[in-house]
């Protein structure tokens, strides 16, 4: 008998499922996992707990010969339900197909409930074995069990499981979850927290064996176990390959080189033509490799072993390996999946081909929030080759400028300015990095986004961000009408083309012009519009979303809404350190409009702390239009405002003084607003009176500056 190393399994009991088995209706039970899963643990656990006739078998490869194979399963069944010598039937050698229906018959008149347990089925290879095995357990009599554990598939199971006669435990079943894991530590004396288990079960993918040899092996995280872990390399070579043939062990080495397995992929990288036929027998006996998906065409290796299995191939030769990620990284480009290409690439010297496909792919990469997923692209390729490519170049400044790095990005920017020889293609793509950053002022940004607008193509995804950041120049000069055309186009395509990062940020300060213009329920599906862009975002982080998270918290204050207005609020600060001055337009707009808000809301030192920060942003762009002149003007409200350190700090206004604020701005008496609001005279005029104390002010044409400045009163 093969199977686990010593006490993989000991001390954990599998009596759940093995209770879940036997109170089943199935006459027949299949263990179906690879090695190391504990299924002869769980068969003497099973064995160990039954109150019917017990018969055990536990094969080796000798029992591959269907005379002695049909030998053995008798004596066995014979031994356990005392069946006399003189009873038992004997077949003459070759006759082996009367020796079997004997037995089948002789269990089908068994009166005895009995579980006959064989251990290593995957053994018989013969099908005259095989033939025997379906004989057997399909005579087992009601009551009874025949529990069958292999490495490979079972077929006699097939025609059972239809009937409803068959239940099978695959390595799903049988994997550890956190419970057994830090059982498994506990017994070698190491304890395992909740959150360093769940670790350990997704290192090894609840591998039993795994887990075992992890937590003897010392290591100073135990979580950090691999597949070429020496104790876990030397378990899959004795117990994996070693029984395999060469050319199988050969297909399975070189294969590792791909997260995922298809019959295609597999003839294009190993140069053959029956990988899915190859594939199909590897699933079949069950060598670590399981199929993803409906239909059976893509498989995938267990973590581990695809660990082990590289390790072995990297020492077997370099070359190949590079060949084989260069032919996967052209099957997949052609796919059309070009970031896995990527990925092969990396591990190529191919470096005009890998920074060809990371420009091309980047964008479409962080705008389904993959922003991490670049950022680790361009520091395996490194500066050298980053500075000797310039689409490389465009793209580390893009995302220096959309993960707050602003001396990363103005560095790449600097570089892309220096080169003399730019490609035509490129020009567009420098242009809008130029614009987004802002270095010389709205008037300069305006001309590299409508440069970039001009010059891409039609069809190109990249316009959009190109108008967007017309729409952010247009506004730093002032000219919102211009603004709103270019923001407007930008986002409906990104919300059709499903690019949402753009209609997050498109949209988020279309909700500002909105508001400002007193377009509050225009301004209402921005904020609805932007903040659906923003959940499909999650969790890449972004520069904008400090100011959608404030555009929804002036909805919510406009509405009465005081506390979802401090929850935006808090979202709004939490998520502003990615904004910078690399960005200047959302770092700017967002960090004074949040600052409005908070001091509105009653938290001065909380809007103190933004300004400085904006003081900090101007230095580096002292030139972003006309929010410098709104900066002053909030500046100077604050400084008539609460002295810091007094206890004067303001509560927000209630939703009844939130209705009587915008007729402040009209000629209408206080008699008159009370009537258009339904209430008397005198409870008009004592919200009035609070409105003035809350924003500290003293007369009725103040209140609409300072409502003004905060935001709650459009311009």
Not at 78 to 91: C, D, G, H, L, Y
Not at 627 to 650: A, Y
Request: charged fraction near 25%; glycine fraction near 8%.
């Amino acid at each position: 008998m093969t199977g686990d190393p010593q006490g993989s399994g000991v001390g954990v009991s599998r009596g759940s499922i093995i209770e879940a088995a036997r109170a089943g209706s199935a006459r027949v039970v299949g263990v179906t996992a690879p090695a190391g899963y504990g299924k002869s643990i769980l068969l003497a656990q099973w064995a160990g707990a039954e109150h019917r006739v017990v018969a055990i078998v536990r094969l080796d490869r000798s029992d591959d010969d269907v005379d002695r194979f049909l030998d053995v399963l008798a004596t066995a069944f014979f031994n356990a339900v005392r069946t006399p010598e003189s009873s038992r039937t004997t077949t003459a050698p070759g006759a082996w197909v009367v020796g079997a229906h004997r037995l089948a018959a002789a269990m089908s008149a068994c009166r005895r409930p009995f579980v006959l347990f064989i251990d290593d089925v995957h053994v018989l290879r013969s099908p005259s074995c095989q033939e025997v095995l379906r004989m057997v357990v399909a005579a087992v009599p009601s009551g009874s069990q025949v529990v069958t554990a292999s490495r490979h598939s079972q077929p006699h199971l097939s025609r059972l499981r239809a009937g409803g006669d068959a239940a099978e435990l695959t390595s799903d079943q049988l994997a550890f979850g956190m419970r057994e894991a830090r059982a498994v530590f506990a017994k070698a004396g190491v304890e395992l927290d909740r959150a360093e288990a769940e670790r350990v079960v997704v290192a090894t993918e609840g591998w039993p064996v795994g887990i075992a040899l992890a937590a003897r092996a010392g290591l100073p995280s135990p979580s950090a176990v691999r597949g070429d872990d020496r104790h876990i390399a030397d378990y899959f070579e004795a117990e994996v390959l070693a029984p395999l043939t060469p050319a199988l062990r050969a297909f399975l080495r070189r294969s590792a080189v791909l997260d995922r397995l298809g019959g295609g992929v597999c003839d294009a990288v190993l140069a053959r033509r029956d990988s899915a036929a190859r594939l199909r027998e590897v699933e079949s006996s069950v060598l670590f490799v399981a199929p993803v998906g409906p239909g059976r065409s893509w498989y995938r290796h267990h973590r581990l072993f695809r660990e082990f299995l590289l390790a072995d191939l990297r020492r077997e030769d370099t070359d190949v390996v590079r060949g084989l990620h260069g032919r996967a990284a052209g099957w997949f480009e052609s796919a059309g999946a070009p970031e896995v290409a990527v990925e092969h690439l990396l591990t190529t010297d191919e470096h005009d081909w890998t920074a060809r496909l990371v420009g091309s792919t980047a964008p479409r990469a962080w705008q389904a929030g993959e922003v991490a997923t670049v950022e680790r692209w361009l520091a395996t390729l490194g500066d050298d080759q980053i500075a000797a490519h310039p689409r490389l170049a465009v793209v580390q400044g893009w995302v220096a400028t959309l993960t707050g790095r602003p001396a990363v990005a103005e560095r790449w920017l600097a570089h892309l300015d220096g080169e003399s020889t730019l490609e035509t293609a490129l020009a567009p793509e420098v242009a809008m990095l130029r614009s987004a950053m802002c270095p010389g002022g709205p008037d300069r940004a305006l001309r590299d986004a409508r440069f970039a607008v001009e010059s891409l193509d039609r069809w190109s995804g990249r316009r959009m961000v190109a108008r967007a950041l017309c729409g952010e120049a247009h506004l730093l000069l002032g000219e919102s009408d211009e603004a709103v055309e270019s923001l407007e186009r930008a986002a409906r395509q990104a919300q059709q083309e499903r690019r949402h990062d753009v209609a997050m940020s498109a949209l988020a300060t279309l909700a500002w012009i909105s508001m400002d213009r007193g377009a509050w329920d225009e301004g209402a599906d921005h904020v609805r519009g932007c903040l659906a862009a923003l959940e499909a975002l999650r969790p890449a982080p972004h520069p904008s979303t400090l100011l959608a998270h404030a555009a929804s918290a002036r909805g919510h204050l406009r509405r009465g809404d005081s506390s979802a207005a401090v929850r935006d609020l808090a979202s709004a600060v939490a998520t502003r350190g990615v904004s910078t001055y690399a960005r200047p337009f959302p770092a700017v707009k967002g960090r004074l409009e949040t600052a409005k808000l908070l001091w509105a809301t009653g938290d001065h030192a909380g809007a103190r702390a933004l300004v400085r920060e904006l003081h900090d942003i101007v230095l580096e762009r002292p030139d972003v239009g006309v929010l410098r002149g709104e900066f002053d003007g909030f500046i100077e409200m604050m400084q008539g405002g609460p002295e810091p350190g007094r206890d004067t700090v303001t509560a927000p206004l209630t939703p009844a003084e939130l209705r009587v604020l915008p007729y402040l701005q009209t000629h209408l008496t206080i008699a008159q607003i009370g009537e258009r609001l339904f209430v008397s005279r005198n409870t008009a005029n004592s919200e009035i009176a609070s409105i003035y104390r809350k924003l500290g002010v003293s007369s009725r044409g103040d209140a609409v500056v300072r409502a003004t400045v905060l935001g709650l009163l459009s311009q």
